[in-house]
C-alpha cells in the first residue's frame, strides 16, 4: 500500500479550506517585505499554497514526491489566471535538485515529518543548497507530543464525495506514528474503498533547530502558530523560520 493515491484524489475536499489562505498570508509578510519572490513549495500536494502565492504574484515551483499529488496540483490551474502559473516537479525533499536558486522555500502541513532524521537531515542541506543567500525557510511540524497522543486513536473526515478513516499508531519509545488510512470514494451508487499507509516521525525542535544551524543556517525562530506569533507550551504544531 502506497501513500497518497486514492487519497490524492479526494484530499482538497477533506482538508481544511481555511488553511491555505492562512499559510499564503504568512509567507506574504514573511517574503514580501524581503524582496522575496522566488518561492519553492516543497511537499506541494495538491497544489492549493503554490496556486494562492502566484495569486500573490510569486514565481513558484511546487514539489512532490507523489505523482497523483502533481496530477492533481496541475488540473487545480485551470481556468485560474495568475501573473505566472507555478511550474511542478516530481522529487522526493531528500532529492531535491532543482536548475537553478530560489529565495524562498516553503514546506506546509507537516510535510517533515514524513522525513525520518537522516532524511530530513539532507533534505536541509538541500535547501540550503538551493536557497539563495539571504532567503527563508518557512516550514511546520507536528511536536513528538501531539504524535504521542494519537496512539490508538481514530479519525474521521467526509465530505459528499468520499469518506476517509485514520487509524494511528505510536506505543511508547516509538520514532513515528503509523496511519492506517481507509479511503471510501463515490462510483455511482457505489463506494470504492483503497488502503494507504502513512508514517510521520517525531522530531524533537531543538534537534531541528541543530539541523538548521549546521546546515548553514544562521537564524532560527520557532514560533506557535499562524499568524507567526511566540509559542507556548500547550502549542501541539511549532512553525520553523530559519535564514
Known sequence: MSAYGALAQVYDSL?????????????????????????LDLACGTGRLSWLLAE???????????SDMLVEAMA?????????RP???CQAMEELDLYG??????????????LEPEALEEAVRRVRLFLEPGGVFFFDVHTPEK?????GRTFFSESEEAFCVWSAACPPGAGSCEYAVE????AGKLWRRSSEEHREYLHEPEWLRKVLLGSGFGEVRI?????????????????????
Open 15 to 39: 482538508m481544511p479550506a481555511q488553511a491555505y489562505p492562512a499559510w499564503a498570508d504568512s509567507c506574504d509578510a514573511l517574503f514580501r517585505p524581503r524582496g522575496l519572490k522566488t518561492v
Open 56 to 66: 500573490k504574484g510569486y514565481e513558484v515551483i511546487g514539489a512532490d514526491l507523489s
Open 76 to 84: 487545480a490551474g485551470e481556468g485560474r489566471s495568475v501573473p505566472i
Open 87 to 89: 511550474m511542478f516537479i
Open 101 to 114: 536558486t530560489v529565495q524562498a522555500v516553503v514546506c506546509s502541513m507537516d510535510g517533515m515529518n514524513y
Open 147 to 151: 504524535l504521542r497522543s494519537l496512539d
Open 183 to 186: 479511503v471510501f470514494t463515490r
Open 223 to 243: 514560533c506557535g502558530g499562524l499568524p507567526l506569533r511566540p509559542r507556548s507550551g500547550e502549542d501541539e504544531r511549532l512553525f520553523f523560520v530559519a535564514s
